[in-house]
């Protein structure tokens, strides 16, 4: 069972926008803003799209954007596309003696 | 730009040892960065195993750390992962990882291309 929970799928069509749920605790995601989201495509190894929360690395198109509330952190895709279809798992620092822990991915069906 | 790739046994027996290592290339090991392993079973999600900073630091993920030892070799530029007494759940794609830590910042970038390593007699 993995430290963070993620919904197992979510699905859009092409153009519209989704959101990916990421919830940890009060240990993790609710004390650090140190949230990151990785897209995996299969075959593949995890890209990373967005890091300390909201922070896109250079190259990350801008359709991709993160936040946090509480103990919950999201990621959000606008203007779907085809391409985007992959596995997301979000990443939190969890303290020094747990450190790192992942959340269990979310399968991004396009319609 | 810095690029990583895992290397080892494709195959281990049960109770053995699982060995790999990472060759870093495009950049130093010894830069201001952590270099971390992380594993994924077929099908499954995401697993943190652990890291090590060019000074020799480590740090390990609870659930593994009395079968984890990471290493550092700054003259080959690249860093090992060993992992003791596998069983068949041992069985994933391992993946290196550059990890950018600091007080206010963490983050995998860039990930090797993963290593399959099945445990099985």
């Known amino acids: 069972q993995s430290a963070l929970t993620q919904p197992a799928s979510v699905s859009g069509s092409p153009g519209q926008s989704i959101t990916i749920s990421c919830t940890g605790t009060s240990s993790d995601v609710g004390s650090y803003n140190l949230v990151s989201w990785y897209q995996q495509h299969p075959g593949k190894a995890p890209k990373l799209m967005i890091y300390?929360?909201?922070k896109r690395p250079s190259g990350v198109s801008n359709r991709f954007s993160g936040s946090k509330s509480g103990n919950t952190a999201s990621l959000t895709i606008s203007g779907l596309q085809a391409e985007d279809e992959a596995d997301y798992y979000c990443c939190s620092y969890a303290g020094s003696s747990t450190d790192v822990v992942f959340g269990g991915g979310t399968k991004l069906t396009v319609l | 730009q810095v690029q990583l790739q895992e290397s080892g046994p494709g195959l281990v027996k049960p109770s053995g040892t699982l060995s790999l290592t990472c060759a870093v290339s495009?950049?130093?090991?010894?830069?201001?960065?952590?270099w971390s392993w992380v594993r994924q079973p077929p099908g499954k999600g995401l697993e943190w195993i652990g890291e090590i900073y060019h000074s020799g630091s480590t740090n390990y993920n609870p659930s593994l750390k009395s079968r984890v030892t990471i290493s550092v070799d700054k003259s080959k530029n690249q860093f090992s992962l060993k992992l003791s007494s596998v069983t068949a759940a041992d069985t994933a794609v391992y993946y290196c990882?550059?990890?950018?830590?600091?007080?206010?910042?963490?983050?995998?970038?860039?990930w090797g291309q993963g290593t399959l390593v099945t445990v099985s007699s």
């Open positions: 990882a550059r990890d950018v830590r600091g007080y206010d910042s963490l983050r995998f970038d860039p």
């Open positions: 495009g950049g130093s090991i010894s830069s201001s960065n952590w």
């Open positions: 300390e929360g909201s």
